[in-house]
């Protein structure tokens, strides 16, 4: 597998598998965020089919007071696209023409739409006691009398993923095996969704990715429509397709963020932070998936940011709402986690006349720190002293700390074979994109003194690979990375001991490797933090319309090791694109019936080439890792770095506050003529 090919449009994605005698699935959504189900006539719907989904993908974990997602809806909808039956066609347009068939009664009612009413309202699922999917207690209780208290609410609305390639998948039953063709993160995790869903032993199903064209964390998870094709050829003996539509992207796919903080921060007057009491609520959607219930627990583990903050008292909640379940979009929980306390962090700067750096530098620490909340950090103030130098900060910028916490535990796999003059490699995490067999050739060459030409990395196959975890949460050359050295060190002992006559045995010689036929499969156990600093620095001005022109996007990130300067720059650059259009372009709007409002790319707010700036300015920093690699993560971190910025650099321009993302055309204008009219 090689990347050269994607870009010359060689690439083999889902939609590229065509097999004989497909059928082809189209799935009836429910029109309404609430309603009760009077009655489903015509297709497969829960009457025949309504198998519960398993948790699997980033932050899953298992939970039974947890309201599961199912198949289809039965006795009532919960949000607005959710699946209510399906058809089969033997074209996709004759599996529309069909789809119109089906009959479905509603009775719509009242949907809880905002944390805030999900707090207030009767519990939207029956047999629960509240609108509360989980809550947690973080940190150490305090009393403080500082003698300054600044609170705030603090907002990261809803963020669709809209990756390029969008959701499918082809699964086929041969009559002994369930075959499952997918784009995916990790082939792992939609085997194990699969097997618990359906109630299959392992060794019936094979998970075979594609091409992947993005994630963004949206292709970790199970969904309703993969368990639905898998029925569906169980049942046919027929290969089944479902390719997912834009629109059913926008309204069925879990959408990312969605998290509301309330924060109090304690502070001396010399702009010490003494203490930060914090509630942290997250709108979960309609169905207990995974990351949704664990999402506000693990924003706050990382409240504290870069700071050495000796009191931390979190209160974090998951609420049900009528809407699509909430799953992990870039960072998952780490951008959250930075805007809020940088926020706070800008927030005392104003009310102490400080210059932003001035108040940050003050709560860093010269020493290692474990806050309150167990979050891990090296001796930070060296290393935010030369950002502060490299990135050149100004009275005018918008300035953000922040560490990225990757997602390490419990390790990965790689598997190794030697065969032909040519060695094939697996990894337990799958690319969707981030070019792995860069950083895969790069290691082997090195390890085990071989031309790059000669390794070859295959996509994810469950029958490859025996066990593996997935790529996400900035882990793959990380944790990846790690597994892939020890297997070819295990792989170089093989090697010494020789092969056939041809082979001398005692040493290792890339020669003899090629020459042999050697299998090496490990599983890399890692248990430990590796987390690693960041700082991003933001210039920008508006222009009379409003138009926020950004000048200067800079980042200045602890990399480890850069295996590839190249890669990491470009994963820098893809991450910071995203971010600025978090900011300032993209959400997922609801009308007050709970109806998505967003029907394609361009209501969702992605930005042009236009809207992005010209240049990004990328420093980066090699403090290696204790692993043999010397890697650290690095996927996520402009995510997390950029949003706080880019808002502080508005705020700067427009003197006011911002306390929400996404900032709209209309927040800016309106700011810029109170400012004018502030100013005549």
Same mark, same amino acid.
């Given at each position: 597998?090689?990347?050269?090919?994607?870009?010359?449009?060689?690439?083999?994605?889902?939609?590229?598998?065509?097999?004989?005698?497909?059928?082809?699935?189209?799935?009836?959504?429910?029109?309404?965020?609430?309603?009760? &189900?009077?009655?489903?006539?015509?297709?497969?719907?829960?009457?025949?089919?309504?198998?519960?989904?398993?948790?699997?993908?980033?932050?899953?974990?298992?939970?039974?007071?947890?309201?599961?997602?199912?198949?289809?809806?039965?006795?009532?909808?919960?949000?607005?696209?959710?699946?209510?039956?399906?058809?089969?066609?033997?074209?996709?347009?004759?599996?529309?023409?069909?789809?119109?068939?089906?009959?479905?009664?509603?009775?719509?009612?009242?949907?809880?739409?905002?944390?805030?009413?999900?707090?207030?309202?009767?519990?939207?699922?029956?047999?629960?006691?509240?609108?509360?999917?989980?809550?947690?207690?973080?940190?150490?209780?305090?009393?403080?009398?500082?003698?300054?208290?600044?609170?705030?609410?603090?907002?990261?609305?809803?963020?669709?993923?809209?990756?390029?390639?969008?959701?499918?998948?082809?699964?086929?039953?041969?009559?002994?095996?369930?075959?499952?063709?997918?784009?995916?993160?990790?082939?792992?995790?939609?085997?194990?969704?699969?097997?618990?869903?359906?109630?299959?032993?392992?060794?019936?199903?094979?998970?075979? !990715?594609?091409?992947?064209?993005?994630?963004?964390?949206?292709?970790?998870?199970?969904?309703?429509?993969?368990?639905?094709?898998?029925?569906?050829?169980?049942?046919?003996?027929?290969?089944?397709?479902?390719?997912?539509?834009?629109?059913?992207?926008?309204?069925?796919?879990?959408?990312?963020?969605?998290?509301?903080?309330?924060?109090?921060?304690?502070?001396?007057?010399?702009?010490?932070?003494?203490?930060?009491?914090?509630?942290?609520?997250?709108?979960?959607?309609?169905?207990?998936?995974?990351?949704?219930?664990?999402?506000?627990?693990?924003?706050?583990?990382?409240?504290?940011?870069?700071?050495?903050?000796?009191?931390?008292?979190?209160?974090?909640?998951?609420?049900?709402?009528?809407?699509?379940?909430?799953?992990?979009?870039?960072?998952?929980?780490?951008?959250?986690?930075?805007?809020?306390?940088?926020?706070?962090?800008?927030?005392?700067?104003?009310?102490?006349?400080?210059?932003?750096?001035?108040?940050?530098?003050?709560?860093?620490?010269?020493?290692?720190?474990?806050?309150?909340?167990?979050?891990?950090?090296?001796?930070?103030?060296?290393?935010?002293?030369?950002?502060?130098?490299?990135?050149?900060?100004?009275?005018?910028?918008?300035?953000?700390?922040?560490?990225?916490?990757?997602?390490?535990?419990?390790?990965?796999?790689?598997?190794?074979?030697?065969?032909?003059?040519?060695?094939?490699?697996?990894?337990?995490?799958?690319?969707?994109?981030?070019?792995?067999?860069?950083?895969?050739?790069?290691?082997?060459?090195?390890?085990?003194?071989?031309?790059?030409?000669?390794?070859?990395?295959?996509?994810?196959?469950?029958?490859?690979?025996?066990?593996?975890?997935?790529?996400?949460?900035?882990?793959?050359?990380?944790?990846?990375?790690?597994?892939?050295?020890?297997?070819?060190?295990?792989?170089?002992?093989?090697?010494?001991?020789?092969?056939?006559?041809?082979?001398?045995?005692?040493?290792?010689?890339?020669?003899?490797?090629?020459?042999?036929?050697?299998?090496?499969?490990?599983?890399?156990?890692?248990?430990?933090?590796?987390?690693?600093?960041?700082?991003?620095?933001?210039?920008?001005?508006?222009?009379?319309?409003?138009?926020?022109?950004?000048?200067?996007?800079?980042?200045?990130?602890?990399?480890?090791?850069?295996?590839?300067?190249?890669?990491?720059?470009?994963?820098?650059?893809?991450?910071?694109?995203?971010?600025?259009?978090?900011?300032?372009?993209?959400?997922?709007?609801?009308?007050?019936?709970?109806?998505?409002?967003?029907?394609?790319?361009?209501?969702?707010?992605?930005?042009?080439?236009?809207?992005?700036?010209?240049?990004? &300015?990328?420093?980066?920093?090699?403090?290696?890792?204790?692993?043999?690699?010397?890697?650290?993560?690095?996927?996520?971190?402009?995510?997390?770095?950029?949003?706080?910025?880019?808002?502080?650099?508005?705020?700067?321009?427009?003197?006011?506050?911002?306390?929400?993302?996404?900032?709209?055309?209309?927040?800016?204008?309106?700011?810029?003529?109170?400012? &004018?009219?502030? !100013?005549?």
């Amino acid at each position: 597998m090689s990347f050269e090919r994607l870009i010359t449009g060689k690439g083999f994605f889902l939609d590229d598998l065509k097999l004989p005698d497909t059928l082809y699935l189209h799935v009836i959504r429910s029109a309404y965020a609430r309603a009760r &189900v009077e009655r489903v006539k015509g297709g497969i719907n829960a009457s025949e089919f309504n198998a519960s989904l398993t948790s699997v993908g980033e932050g899953a974990f298992t939970g039974k007071s947890f309201v599961a997602m199912h198949a289809f809806a039965s006795e009532r909808v919960n949000f607005f696209g959710e699946p209510v039956a399906a058809v089969l066609g033997r074209t996709p347009y004759e599996a529309a023409d069909l789809a119109e068939s089906v009959e479905v009664d509603y009775e719509p009612l009242k949907p809880v739409l905002t944390i805030e009413d999900a707090l207030s309202s009767e519990p939207i699922h029956s047999g629960t006691n509240s609108n509360v999917l989980s809550s947690y207690e973080l940190g150490n209780r305090f009393k403080l009398d500082s003698p300054i208290v600044l609170e705030d609410t603090l907002t990261n609305e809803r963020v669709l993923p809209n990756p390029l390639e969008t959701r499918g998948i082809v699964a086929y039953y041969d009559g002994s095996r369930l075959n499952i063709w997918i784009p995916t993160q990790s082939v792992y995790s939609i085997k194990q969704g699969l097997c618990a869903s359906l109630s299959l032993p392992p060794e019936m199903v094979r998970v075979i !990715q594609l091409d992947t064209g993005g994630a963004f964390g949206t292709k970790s998870a199970l969904y309703p429509e993969y368990v639905i094709a898998a029925y569906a050829t169980l049942k046919t003996k027929k290969p089944v397709k479902w390719v997912e539509r834009r629109s059913e992207h926008l309204s069925a796919t879990f959408p990312g963020r969605g998290s509301k903080a309330r924060i109090k921060l304690y502070a001396q007057r010399s702009g010490k932070v003494q203490g930060v009491e914090a509630e942290i609520y997250t709108d979960a959607g309609a169905y207990f998936v995974g990351l949704n219930a664990f999402a506000p627990s693990f924003i706050g583990f990382q409240i504290t940011g870069v700071y050495s903050i000796r009191n931390v008292h979190v209160k974090a909640l998951a609420v049900y709402t009528n809407k699509t379940p909430l799953g992990p979009y870039r960072g998952a929980g780490r951008p959250e986690a930075a805007f809020f306390i940088e926020r706070m962090m800008d927030k005392l700067a104003d009310e102490l006349a400080l210059d932003d750096d001035k108040v940050r530098l003050l709560n860093l620490s010269h020493e290692s720190f474990t806050s309150p909340t167990g979050l891990k950090l090296e001796p930070a103030t060296r290393f935010f002293e030369g950002a502060l130098e490299t990135l050149g900060y100004s009275k005018k910028a918008g300035l953000s700390f922040f560490v990225l916490f990757p997602a390490v535990q419990p390790g990965e796999s790689a598997k190794i074979v030697v065969k032909g003059g040519r060695i094939r490699v697996w990894l337990g995490g799958n690319s969707h994109g981030q070019a792995h067999e860069v950083f895969v050739k790069s290691i082997l060459s090195k390890e085990l003194e071989v031309p790059e030409s000669v390794i070859e990395v295959e996509r994810g196959d469950t029958d490859a690979l025996s066990r593996g975890v997935g790529s996400w949460g900035s882990r793959s050359a990380l944790v990846g990375g790690a597994a892939l050295i020890e297997a070819a060190r295990k792989l170089k002992e093989k090697a010494k001991e020789g092969v056939g006559e041809t082979l001398t045995s005692g040493r290792y010689t890339p020669q003899n490797l090629l020459k042999g036929e050697f299998e090496v499969e490990v599983f890399k156990e890692l248990k430990e933090q590796f987390n690693s600093f960041g700082a991003n620095l933001v210039e920008l001005e508006v222009d009379e319309t409003g138009f926020v022109r950004i000048k200067k996007c800079a980042s200045y990130y602890d990399v480890g090791k850069a295996l590839n300067p190249w890669m990491v720059e470009s994963q820098i650059i893809g991450g910071c694109a995203q971010a600025i259009a978090q900011v300032l372009y993209e959400r997922a709007l609801y009308s007050q019936d709970g109806a998505l409002l967003v029907s394609s790319i361009a209501d969702a707010g992605v930005p042009t080439v236009e809207d992005l700036p010209q240049n990004y &300015v990328i420093h980066l920093v090699e403090n290696p890792s204790p692993l043999p690699h010397g890697a650290k993560g690095v996927g996520e971190s402009a995510t997390i770095g950029v949003p706080p910025a880019l808002v502080r650099a508005l705020e700067k321009a427009l003197k006011a506050r911002f306390t929400k993302t996404p900032i709209s055309w209309e927040d800016v204008y309106r700011a810029q003529q109170k400012l &004018v009219a502030s !100013q005549v």
